[in-house]
């Protein structure tokens, strides 16, 4: 039983193309965050957002939790090639980081 | 400063059989969690460890275990190897752990199991 469930699961756009990425649970968690993944390495923290209906920006990335710190969302503007990856977030409950199912991007230049 | 480093990057082992991956963690960081992740599965929490005590831990066989060092280098083991166990096994170093503290992966030990 997976706690985060992520949507889409496969996303293939064209370069300069903005996307949404969800990342929702019925749980209520204290923190959350997203990582990007490439082949064959681990995943690299991107952010933490800790308040809910916090806005982070990251360049072209906007990354926001919910008010109710239940869900997540991360928007991509105008796509790079190099945003290509594994997008994965993890929500904070206890002492513990559940991992989403994942969101697997490809930007086609 | 360096990364968290595990070692092997790759691993074949033949059903029934035992392994051991290394993992040591950034330096100053206490909390060593390892994650199992597959195509099917995603990553799913095996155990973690902070100051060489077992914190957390997933719901997973007790032929999968782990240990954690005076220095913070850790090991997990799995016994009895099955066709299934095959994946990518990552170690996260975090300076104090969830919830707070974000995590610094490896590169992961790909285990395949023949």
């Known amino acids: 039983t997976q706690l985060l469930e992520q949507s889409p699961q496969f996303l293939s756009i064209q370069e300069g193309e903005n996307l949404t990425v969800y990342c929702n649970s019925s749980s209520v968690f204290s923190s959350l965050q997203w990582y990007r993944q490439e082949p064959g390495e681990g995943p690299v923290l991107l952010v933490t957002v800790v308040t809910g209906g916090e806005v982070k920006k990251l360049k072209r990335l906007t990354f926001q939790f919910g008010d109710a710190r239940k869900d997540s969302s991360l928007h991509i503007t105008a796509a790079q090639p190099g945003d290509t990856g594994l997008y994965l977030c993890a929500g904070a409950t206890g002492n513990q980081f559940y991992f989403g199912t994942g969101t697997s991007l490809t930007v086609i230049p | 400063k360096a990364g968290v480093t595990q070692t092997p990057r790759y691993l074949i082992k033949t059903r029934g059989q035992q392994v051991t991956l290394s993992c040591s963690p950034i330096?100053?960081?206490?909390?060593v969690s390892w994650y199992q992740q597959t195509p099917g599965q995603g990553l799913q929490f095996l155990f973690e460890?902070?100051?060489?005590?077992?914190?957390n831990k997933g719901n997973f066989p007790g032929r999968f275990s782990g240990r954690q060092f005076s220095n913070s280098r850790s090991e997990m083991n799995v016994s009895t190897l099955e066709l299934g166990d095959s994946a990518l096994y990552l170690c996260?170093?975090?300076?104090?752990?969830?919830?707070?503290?974000?995590?610094?992966f490896g590169s992961g030990t790909r285990l395949t199991v023949v």
């Open positions: 996260a170093s975090s300076l104090w752990g969830p919830p707070n503290y974000g995590y610094t």
């Open positions: 460890y902070f100051s060489e005590t077992q914190r």
């Open positions: 330096s100053g960081h206490r909390s």
